[in-house]
């Protein structure tokens, strides 16, 4: 499958490796072609994983992940073009963190709206999927880092889309269907996305990343 990656940070790189390793056509966009970025992860797949603009990558692209600076994603889309997302899959992992003010970030926007839901709205004819966004990218493309069964969160308002990234995440990562929760319509995004202040505290009290949350019912 040719899948495009928007952004060239530890997420994009970390979810274009493990595609370009399983076999996928992969194309990692920037905002300009030929950015430092792009090419020192081109060389670390031996010239296997493709790069150009954020236009090039969503063109290019049958799926798309949004692994953009969450302040910045909307821009980095609208670089992308709303006629290269058109009826496409587009798997929303950023998080709008608002780092401006320094440490904690604060989040961009939050309670009554989201970025997910942000994104949908701007572009409406995009099958817009939050996923992946409450863990860090290492765990995100092996989950097996963490022992035991543990969750990843995803909603949108297109079923089909839903389930479609369901199962290539457990083919393409290795995300069991039954640790997927999904949580309904786009809306659910204002609830991972206020998760990162929590998960941020966390990693600070750990002093590491590679940890995730488990969703345990009773009755
Ligand atoms: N780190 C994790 O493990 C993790 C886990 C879950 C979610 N996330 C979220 O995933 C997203 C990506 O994180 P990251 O650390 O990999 O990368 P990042 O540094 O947050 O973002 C890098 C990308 O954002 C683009 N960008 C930056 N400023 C821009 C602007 N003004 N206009 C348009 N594009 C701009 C960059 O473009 P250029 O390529 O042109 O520089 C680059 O491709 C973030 O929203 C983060 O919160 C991260």
Redesign the pocket.
Known sequence: MKVGI???????NAIGTKLVETGHQTMMG???AG?E??REWKKSTGGKGQIGTFTDAAAFGEIIFD????A??I??LR?AGAQNLRGKILVQ???P?DFSKGMPPSLTVCNTDSLGEQIQREFPEARVVKA??T???RV?VEPSLVPGDHNLFLCGNDAAAKAEVTKHLGAWFGWKPGNVIDLGDITGSRGTEMFLPLWLRLFGMFGD?TFNIQVVRGG
């Open positions: 928007l952004g060239t940070g530890m997420v994009g920037s905002r300009t950015s970025a792009g692994c953009t600076n969450g910045n994603s821009a980095a670089q992992v950023s998080n963190l992946l966004n863990m860090n990218c995100m990343a």
